[in-house]
């Protein structure tokens, strides 16, 4: 019988020595990450430069915001594919609750979410939200810069208009003693994503198809970035889009964000032409990100997609070498 080697999620430290572009510790940081991304379609990113200040007071509020009566709850409605409210009990799980904010870094935006949420307004909400919102964009531009050098691209390969859309979720625990899925398992089909949760784990990634690896000990700085199917598509399959899931143990609730690019309509995804040659040739067409995000949320079962949806709308049979 053969024992598989416990297999570890990359943890990338993001020193802020090393964060000045072209230095070694730059180079270095780019490697990692692209090795990552190519192997697991995520990695662990410890980054203080968000304060765990920001990110408790975060999780406070989240506290606040799920006591909030239904009928408000409900008033959160986001223009279709993205979800607004998702009750427990939805499509996703029944110990599941989510709220979408769009566009989180533009402040009326989060105004205008806080004053559904609390007529009387909210402030600190509105200040927490737009702060831990903006720094999180910041850190997802910062790991694309670093793909972009790891292969060597110019600055306008990955550029396109996008929002940074949060969802904050929370997850009831299962009956004593029984393990639930909180969410099921997917991939997600927007261009990136970044994970924060409020240290109960839960995250679980998919290795070597069926192999689900726990994402435990996260440290109180650190955040996971998740390739979604764009970014894969984008990198002509180099990057891996991660398929995760969310499973629910213990007696706690489970409070997490994330932060989702979501590109604006009429972006279309080209893959750089360095990135498609020989070995290897293009394999999906320019993605129309729009259309494809539509299809993806046009029903419940196709949001449970693992990636072939993208392969089905999207790629070329037979790949072509230029
Ligand atoms: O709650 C989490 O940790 C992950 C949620 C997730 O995968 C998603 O919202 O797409
Ligand atoms: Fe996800």
């Known amino acids: 019988m053969t024992v598989d080697a416990k297999i570890e999620l990359p943890v990338i ?5 090393d964060l000045e572009r072209g230095t070694n510790g730059w180079h270095q940081l780019c490697k990692k990450v692209r090795e990552a991304c190519e192997t697991f379609g995520c990695f662990e990113v410890v980054y ?24 408000r709850k409900q008033k959160n409605v986001l223009p279709p594919p993205s979800p607004g ?14 709220f979408g904010l769009g566009d989180v870094s533009n402040y009326d935006s989060v105004k205008n979410f ?39 691209l110019g600055d306008d390969s990955l550029k396109m208009n996008y929002t940074t859309f949060m969802r904050m979720m929370k997850y009831m625990p299962p009956p004593p003693g029984e393990n639930e899925i909180g969410f099921f398992a997917h991939t997600d089909k927007l261009v990136s994503t970044l994970i924060c949760e409020n240290q109960i ?3 679980e990634i998919e290795v070597n198809d069926g ?29 891996k889009a991660a398929k995760h899931r969310v499973l629910i143990k213990g007696d706690k609730d489970r409070f ?9 309509k009429g972006t279309i995804i080209k893959i750089p032409k360095e990135l498609i040659d020989e070995q290897h040739p293009r394999i ?18 196709k949001s449970r997609d693992s990636g072939q949806l993208l392969h089905k709308f999207a790629a070329l049979s037979p790949p072509v070498s230029n």
């Open 211 to 239: 192999q689900w690896i726990r994402m435990t000990n996260l440290s109180p700085s650190s955040f996971v970035f998740v390739v979604g199917d764009a970014l894969m598509a984008w990198s002509n399959g180099r990057l």
């Open 256 to 264: 997490s964000m994330a932060a989702f690019i979501l590109p604006n």
């Open 13 to 17: 430290e993001f020193r802020s020595s």
């Open 114 to 152: 806080a004053q559904l949420m609390w007529p009387e307004g909210h402030p600190r909400f509105c200040d927490t939200a737009h702060t831990m919102g903006t720094q999180l964009e910041v850190l997802n531009k910062l790991i694309w810069l670093m793909l972009i050098d790891s292969y060597g």
């Open 48 to 71: 203080d430069t968000i304060s765990t200040e920001v990110r408790e007071e975060m999780f406070r509020l989240m506290k606040e915001l799920v006591e909030v009566p239904v009928e």
């Open 284 to 301: 999906f067409k320019d993605l129309d990100f729009m259309e494809f995000y539509s299809l993806a949320f046009s029903d419940p079962t």
């Open 201 to 203: 784990p839960g995250l």
């Open 85 to 98: 409210w998702v009750g427990p009990g939805s499509h996703v799980s029944p110990l599941y609750e989510g």
